[in-house]
Antibody
Framework: EVQLVESGGGLVQPGGSLRLSCAAS????????MSWVRQAPGKGLEWVAN????????YYVDSVKGRFTISRDNAKNSLYLQMNSLRAEDTAVYYC????????????WGQGALVTVSS | QSALTQPPSVSGAPGQRVTISCTGS?????????VHWYQQLPGTAPKLLIY???NRPSGVPDRFSGSKSGTSASLAISGLQAEDEADYYC???????????FGGGTKLTVL
């Protein structure tokens, strides 16, 4: 059974940093593109970033470019999102998800981690 | 404002059929990129419901179906059940923006 478990969420002040982690199990992690998708409170879904199987390609939504960094450790079956210079508008539940590059779809999702940016 | 437009809400009585539209543009749905649909039950993570316009992952009932035409796509749910009450999101790829796009979401209420 595919499992994705996010951790590292919490309350952070504007301008601060936070690192999210996603522990994967139940599938061959190193064979899949991975993604972060976020959902602001009461709002819809927004794709944030993708990373290729070997980490050689990374893509970001414009609003987080230069502030967020997606990375992975295939030996640890883990995905990360380093978030710097956080803004109030980054407040959201952050989901990690497997990404099918062939279909450009998000197959499996974690339960999400809440990030709140507030003073 | 999302680049994929969905109605904010739809409703139907148990047993009825409802449809949810998803309107895009020539750079995403109209460019031939596939449309996928996700179901988000209250308080839970999204789940892939329809992929590649009209395909159901294993375990998804055949009451759910998808279609695509031109710059739009639709999700149809027949034989409505109480447990179908959820938010539904369409998703595609935009070749001009080079991003995956989601619709704004549609809240389905089963009366």
């Amino acid at each position: 059974e595919v499992q994705l478990v996010e951790s590292g969420g919490g309350l952070v002040q504007p301008g601060g940093s936070l690192r999210l982690s996603c522990a994967a199990s139940g599938f061959t992690f190193s064979s899949y593109w991975m993604s972060w998708v976020r959902q602001a409170p009461g709002k819809g879904l927004e794709w944030v970033a993708n990373i290729k199987q070997d980490g050689s390609e990374k893509y970001y939504v414009d609003s987080v470019k230069g502030r967020f960094t997606i990375s992975r450790d295939n030996a640890k079956n883990s995905l990360y999102l380093q978030m710097n210079s956080l803004r109030a508008e980054d407040t959201a539940v952050y989901y990690c998800a497997t990404f099918s590059s062939a279909w450009r779809r998000f197959d499996y999702w974690g339960q999400g981690a809440l990030v709140t940016v507030s003073s | 404002q999302s680049a994929l437009t969905q109605p904010p809400s739809v409703s139907g009585a148990p047993g009825q059929r409802v449809t949810i539209s998803c309107t895009g543009s020539s750079s995403n749905i109209g460019a031939g990129y596939d449309v996928h649909w996700y179901q988000q039950l209250p308080g839970t993570a999204p789940k892939l419901l329809i992929y590649g316009n009209n395909n159901r992952p294993s375990g998804v009932p055949d009451r759910f179906s998808g279609s695509k035409s031109g710059t739009s796509a639709s999700l149809a749910i027949s034989g409505l059940q109480a447990e179908d009450e959820a938010d539904y999101y369409c998703q595609s790829y935009d070749g001009s923006l080079s991003v995956s796009l989601f619709g704004g979401g549609t809240k389905l209420t089963v009366l």
